[in-house]
């Protein structure tokens, strides 16, 4: 299970309630097509790796263009409830002028086309 964000505003999940932290989860059907159609989604953006691909978890590394930063996102599916739960956060810094809920939003975007 991941983790809800602490208390940098360079981080959002949908398992934090508070507005400036929370992202809606996505919903699936199938937990097999799911995770296909999520990682799918992940090979296609520029600069991501996958780095655990695990059961119900996976992790994923994007690195930025410019200096070279590392965020963490990461994917949770609950089964019981057909969401999977997300987080993306900074490694490193305070303030991410809202980029991990930028990349939350592209995945979603991608996920929900098809991958």
Known sequence: MIE???TKPNCVSSLNHEKRYHVAPLRYDS???AKDRLLDTLKSIQRARIVVNHGNYIRAEFT???FRFIDDVEFYFDDNQKL???KSAS???YSDLGAN???IEKIRGK???GG
């Open 31 to 33: 937990f097999e097509m």
């Open 64 to 66: 930025s263009f410019i």
């Open 4 to 6: 809800p964000c602490k």
């Open 101 to 103: 809920r930028r990349r």
């Open 111 to 113: 996920f929900l086309e």
């Open 91 to 93: 490694r490193i810094g």
């Open 84 to 86: 999977i739960h997300l």
